[in-house]
Structures are given as C-alpha cells and as structure tokens.
C-alpha cells in the first residue's frame, strides 16, 4: 500500500478532525500531496495540497478551518480541520504526484468524515 489515511469519524458541527496519510517514503519523499473529496452525488474536489518545502493551496470553501501540513521525516501529511460543517462531510482521500492544483496518480483509500448539525 502506497497511501493510507487515517482520522475519519462522526463529529458535530463546530467540531474537530484531523485527518493523516501515511505514505511509502519513495512516494512522499519529492511528491506534493493533497487531501481531496468526494460527497455523494458530487465530484472529487481539491482540499488542500502541500509542497515538500511546505507551499500550500486550500479550497475557498476551508481557508480559515482546514489546515495542512506535513512531516518528511515521518512521511506522514495532516489535514487538521476545524470548525467542521455539514456540509465538510464526504469520503477524504489523500493524493501524491500531482502539483498544488492538480492530482496526481497515487490515491489512498478513502476516510470518511460525517459532521451532524
């Protein structure tokens, strides 16, 4: 397994998450990763992305709540979310070999993340 994620659950709305994704360290070591999802019935979209040196690109709809980071030693990226929404609620997947704006090829199998109001 190249990605995993790990951190999903049910929350309330205002509530906390933080999601990780663990990844093999030839993956992680040069790549961007980025957190996506998908809610039913809609398109898999950008969360937010981060750069090796630590660039990051987020959503408009979580700029403020949502933040990204990541630890190359521990080839490990976070999605720490805050504030959580209904409408947050999705499957969270983790993505490497893409850019700041674009996925690339390497999924993680799917979080999901539940926010009840």
């Known amino acids: 397994v190249q990605l995993q994620a790990f951190g999903g659950g049910l929350v309330q709305a205002g509530g906390s998450l933080r999601l990780s994704c663990v990844a093999s360290?030839?993956?992680?070591?040069?790549?961007?990763v980025g957190w996506y999802r998908q809610a039913p019935g809609k398109q898999r979209e950008l969360v937010a992305a981060?750069?090796?040196?630590?660039?990051?690109n987020y959503a408009d709809s979580v700029k403020g709540r949502f933040t990204i980071s990541r630890d190359n030693a521990k080839n490990t990226a976070y999605l720490q979310m805050n504030s959580l929404k209904p409408e947050d609620t999705a499957t969270y997947y983790c993505?490497?070999?893409?850019?700041?704006?674009?996925?690339?090829?390497?999924w993680g199998q799917g979080t999901q993340v539940t926010v009840s109001s």
């Open positions: 360290g030839s993956i992680f070591s040069s790549n961007v």
């Open positions: 993505n490497a070999g893409g850019s700041r704006y674009e996925s690339g090829p390497i």
């Open positions: 981060i750069t090796r040196g630590g660039f990051t």
